[in-house]
C-alpha cells in the first residue's frame, strides 16, 4: 500500500467512524503535508478519492469539509467497510437489507431465466464450496460471496453487473452482522443455497425468487431480532458515534 493509500484509508476510517463530525473543517492542504510529510501532489490525490466517495466537500478557496453521512456513497466497497469496521450501525443494517431484499429476488429469477452453462459451473462450483466447509467459516463465508456474486453475473443484465462489487459488499457487511454458526443454521443455509441453485439450474424462475426471498426474510428475522434485543444497537459502535437515519 503506498502513501497515497495509506492516506485515503486513514482519512476515510476517521472521517467514517466518528473521529471528524460532518461539517467539519479538516486541516489545510499545507498542514497535512507537514503533519504527515509528504508532497501536495499525495494530499491531493487523497482529497479527490474521498471527493468522489462523498465523504469531504473539496471547494477551492473554501477548504476541506466532512459531509454529512446521508451524502456518502454507501455502493463504495471502501466506505461501507470503514463505517462497519467498529461495530456496525442499525439504520444502515436494515437500509441494506431492505435494498438488497429488492435486488437480489429479481437477480435469481433473471439468473433461472438467462443463465449458461458457463454460468451454471461457477453457482455449482460456489455452492460446492459452501457445502464441503460449515467448519471454516471464513472459507464458507467467502464461498457464499461468490455464490451470490455468481448468481448476479448470471442475470446477464449488463448494469446489474457492473455493480457486481457493490452488491457483494452490501452482502458482506450484512453476513458479517447475521452470520450463525451453529449446526441447524448451517444445515439450513446450505439446503437454501442448493435449492437456489437447482431452481437456476432447472430454470425455474418463480422457485428461484421464492427462494431468494425466503433466504433474505430468514437473514433480516436475525438482524432485526438483534437489534431488538440490544435496543437498537447492532454491533459495538458507541451511540455516539452513530449517525442519525
Not at 466537500?57 to 462497519?84: C, K, S
Not at 431452481?199 to 426471498?213: G, Q, T
Amino acid at each position: 500500500m503506498n502513501k497515497t493509500e495509506r492516506l485515503t484509508q486513514l482519512f476515510g476510517k476517521r472521517i467514517t467512524q466518528g473521529d471528524y463530525a460532518p461539517g467539519v473543517a479538516l486541516p489545510s492542504e499545507a498542514d497535512l503535508c507537514e503533519q504527515f510529510g509528504v508532497s501536495r501532489n499525495v494530499i491531493r490525490e487523497v482529497v479527490k478519492v474521498l471527493a468522489t466517495k462523498r465523504l469531504i466537500d473539496a471547494q477551492r478557496n473554501r477548504g476541506l469539509f466532512v459531509m454529512p453521512a446521508e451524502r456518502w456513497n454507501y455502493l463504495d466497497v471502501d466506505v461501507l467497510e470503514w463505517t462497519l469496521e467498529k461495530g456496525s450501525h442499525p439504520s444502515l443494517i436494515r437500509s441494506l437489507i431492505e435494498v438488497w431484499g429488492l435486488i437480489e429476488p429479481i437477480i435469481s429469477r433473471w439468473a433461472a431465466e438467462r443463465a449458461t452453462a458457463v454460468d451454471l459451473v461457477e453457482i455449482e462450483a460456489s455452492f460446492n464450496a459452501m457445502a464441503a466447509n460449515p467448519s471454516r467459516i471464513d472459507v464458507f463465508h467467502e464461498a457464499d460471496i461468490r455464490f451470490h456474486r455468481a448468481v448476479l453475473i448470471a442475470s446477464h443484465n449488463v448494469v446489474m453487473q457492473q455493480l457486481s462489487d457493490a452488491v457483494s459488499a452490501l452482502q458482506r457487511a450484512i453476513f458479517d452482522v447475521t452470520f450463525v454458526s451453529d449446526t441447524a443454521h448451517m444445515a439450513l443455509t446450505i439446503q437454501e443455497h442448493r435449492e437456489l441453485f437447482e431452481a437456476i439450474r432447472r430454470k425455474l424462475p418463480d422457485a428461484a425468487e421464492a427462494v431468494s426471498r425466503q433466504m433474505i426474510e430468514r437473514t433480516a428475522q436475525r438482524a432485526f431480532s438483534g437489534m431488538d434485543r440490544d435496543g437498537g444497537k447492532v454491533g459495538t459502535r458507541a451511540p455516539d458515534t452513530e449517525m442519525d437515519s
